[in-house]
């Protein structure tokens, strides 16, 4: 029996996988709340395909509790978040996991950690905490790191897809981990050793978030000279060996905009490249906001209150809205003591942030200056109602004629 630890945006749909694919999977959160909306057949968060996989799990017999079960493999898949200020991964909730799971594991059980961390986190925090609770690593307990890699509003197609990497100190424990994810996954499964593992998973990141910075500079380089930046990304990536992507109005998610400045806080002195690229990303939406004002000033416009932030979650299609550029937007605007600008997402329902609309139309008759911070499909397919409003168009899906860009 499988026991996955942490049943948030990663853990849930692995253990929902895992039991719709003949594995025994018992599902544990410390979180009570979360853990009855799971039992009442409720999923917890909108994914594509996420309700099908729930209850395929359901046909294969999963459970879920608070308790930590007694079992031969743990699935430890809890947050991992960065300290703003050292740039370090903090790794608490995985310690806390892991001293959990050692209060019941039988002699022999494998802890595979799902959650990203950075290179060297497990040898430093992880291993301590098994060895001062007296068991001893590759006889009574051994490790494995099998960092997720999936991809919110695609999920369910990627966990059965995508290739895997796993790390283990022992070959055979990694092939044996390795086997229990080919129960779905249809990838290839590499197996390697635990730092290597760690690393894979924090530099796939930092690459994705360094060619977004590379094209947010270009925004900008384009933007100060009258360039259309997006005519030049996709001419070049005509080019056989060029392959960039998007500017934006930031980079969101917990993921990309976290995993990097792993590599940064760990590294200071030798990861230069890859601060100044979060450091770029992390400044969008503050170039975003000027758009807005050099905007308005060449429009006439003077009152903030009628320029609206069209979309709130950190990227299309997903209601998930950590580390958006929006809320980083609105941050920014409130540090400058300007407030008024107008929200509005038709993913997220509950009011979050002050002017928050819940309709498309009622939103679009408050403002005049629309600015595109997502590009989810509803605005994609509703185009048409933008026609006589000014338009800063973040992700260039806009076809009106007029348009701004960033
Ligand atoms: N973005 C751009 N320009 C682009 C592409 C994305 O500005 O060309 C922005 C998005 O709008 C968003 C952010 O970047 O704000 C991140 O979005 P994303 O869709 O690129 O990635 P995530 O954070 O949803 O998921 C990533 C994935 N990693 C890679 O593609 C290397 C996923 O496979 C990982 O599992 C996930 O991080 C994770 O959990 O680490």
Not at 75 to 97: E, L, N, R
Request: hydrophobic share 40%; proline share 5%.
């Amino acid at each position: 029996m499988v026991n996955v630890i942490g049943l948030g945006y990663i853990g849930l749909p692995t253990a929902l996988m895992m039991a719709s694919h003949g594995v025994e999977v018992v599902g544990t959160d410390y979180n009570p709340e979360l853990v009855e909306t799971l039992k009442s057949g409720k999923t917890t968060f909108q994914e594509a395909g996420l309700e099908e996989l729930f209850a395929a799990a359901a046909a294969g017999g999963i459970r879920f509790t608070t308790e930590y079960q007694v079992t031969d493999t743990y699935i430890v898949s809890v947050p991992t978040p960065y300290d703003k200020f050292s740039k370090k991964v903090d790794p608490g909730y995985v310690i806390a996991a892991v001293r959990e799971v050692l209060k019941v594991a039988p002699k022999g059980a494998v802890v595979v950690i799902e959650s990203t961390v950075s290179p060297g986190t497990i040898e430093r925090y992880v291993r301590p905490e098994i060895e001062s609770a007296g068991f001893r690593i590759g006889e009574d307990i051994h490790l494995v790191h099998a960092p997720e890699r999936i991809i919110p509003g695609n999920m369910v197609y990627e966990l059965l897809h995508n290739n895997r990497t796993i790390g283990a100190d022992d070959k055979e424990i990694g092939e044996k981990v390795a086997k229990l994810y080919a129960s779905f996954c249809q990838g290839e499964i590499v197996v390697t050793d635990i730092k290597t593992a760690e690393m894979t998973k924090v530099v796939e990141n930092t690459f994705r978030a360094v060619n977004i910075a590379f094209a947010n500079e270009l925004a900008k380089i384009c933007r100060h000279d009258n360039m259309d930046v997006y005519e030049i990304i996709r001419i070049c990536n005509m080019h056989p060996r060029v392959n960039i992507l998007q500017p934006g109005p930031g980079v969101g998610g917990h993921c990309i905009s976290v995993d990097p400045w792993f590599l940064v806080g760990d590294y200071p002195s030798l990861a230069k490249v890859i601060d100044e690229a979060m450091k770029t990303n992390d400044g969008m939406p503050d170039f975003v906001l000027n758009r807005i004002y050099e905007i308005m000033k060449e429009k006439g416009m003077t009152d903030i209150s009628r320029v609206g932030l069209y979309g709130l979650t950190y990227k299309e299609n997903v209601d998930d809205m950590r580390e958006s550029p929006t809320l980083q937007l609105l941050e920014s605007q409130e540090r400058h003591l300007a407030t008024g600008l107008k929200v509005y997402d038709p993913f997220i329902q509950k009011d979050v942030v002050k002017n928050q609309y819940h309709s498309l139309d009622e939103f679009l008759d408050a403002v005049d200056l629309v600015v595109i911070m997502v590009k989810h499909n509803e605005i994609r397919e509703q185009m048409e109602k933008l026609s006589g409003k000014v338009v800063l168009d973040c992700h260039n899906i806009c076809t009106l004629p007029g348009v701004y860009h960033i």
